[in-house]
């Protein structure tokens, strides 16, 4: 079944680094463009980055832009989000989603693996 | 990148029908017929309810619909059940394959 499967989430201190990883199954990963998106505890979703299928192009909120870097391993199956200068506030759950292929949604989700950054 | 407004929360009886908006602005809700709208229970991750402003995924049920006018979109549903009860949030497409969601409705089913 479609599937996909973040790991890498943990206790950082502020200013380190984390790298997110996202393992995709039941789908050809290399024909979709792939989101993170995040949500601060007992806050909304925020959309956060987004790859193209291909890694040729990437796209990410101001608010983590220059910090944050997605990219992709197509012969994995596998998306990431390297952040550095991690702050308090990019202390969230960290979604990968899928975008549909012909229409611009978000059809497939991951569970989600949390991110404290603390001291 | 603003968040589109929602209300913080709807209520409404069981078999009522209730309405959440969603305000963007031209360059986001307003510029493009790609709003989408995803409900989530606690602990859980969001799930896709409504995509390209109307249209339902496979599986969804027909209590739940769409609409749009101008900058604002709506999210209407129908025949309210126990189980509706969720956060609800709107997601517009904005240009430049960026996305912007909403602030998040909770709806409680009284």
């Known amino acids: 079944q479609v599937q996909l499967v973040e790991s890498g989430g943990g206790v950082v201190q502020p200013g380190r680094s984390l790298r997110l990883s996202c393992a995709a199954s039941?789908?050809?990963?290399?024909?979709?463009?792939m989101h993170w998106v995040r949500q601060a505890p007992g806050k909304g979703l925020e959309w956060v980055a987004v790859?193209?299928?291909?890694?040729?192009?990437?796209y990410s909120a101001d608010s983590v832009k220059g910090r944050f870097t997605i990219s992709r391993d197509n012969s994995k199956n596998t998306l990431y989000l390297q952040m550095n200068s991690l702050r308090v506030e990019d202390t969230a759950v960290y979604y990968c989603?899928?975008?549909?292929?012909?229409?611009?949604?978000?059809?497939?989700w991951g569970q989600g693996t949390t991110v404290t950054v603390s001291s | 990148q603003s968040a589109l407004t929602q209300p913080a929360s709807v209520s409404g009886s069981p078999g009522q029908s209730i309405t959440i908006s969603c305000t963007g602005t031209?360059?986001?809700?307003?510029?493009?017929?790609?709003v989408s709208w995803y409900q989530q229970r606690p602990g859980k991750a969001p799930k896709l309810m409504i995509y390209?402003?109307?249209k339902r995924p496979s599986g969804v049920s027909n209590r739940f619909s769409g609409s749009k006018s101008g900058n604002t979109a709506s999210l209407t549903m129908s025949g309210l059940q126990s189980e509706d009860e969720a956060d609800y949030y709107c997601?517009?497409?904005?240009?430049?394959?960026?996305?912007?969601f909403g602030t998040g409705t909770t709806v409680t089913v009284l």
């Open positions: 989603a899928r975008e549909h292929l012909r229409y611009r949604d978000l059809d497939v």
């Open positions: 039941g789908f050809t990963f290399s024909s979709y463009s």
């Open positions: 790859i193209w299928y291909d890694g040729s192009n990437t």
């Open positions: 031209s360059s986001d809700v307003g510029g493009y017929n790609y």
């Open positions: 390209d402003v109307s």
């Open positions: 997601c517009s497409y904005a240009g430049s394959s960026t996305y912007v």
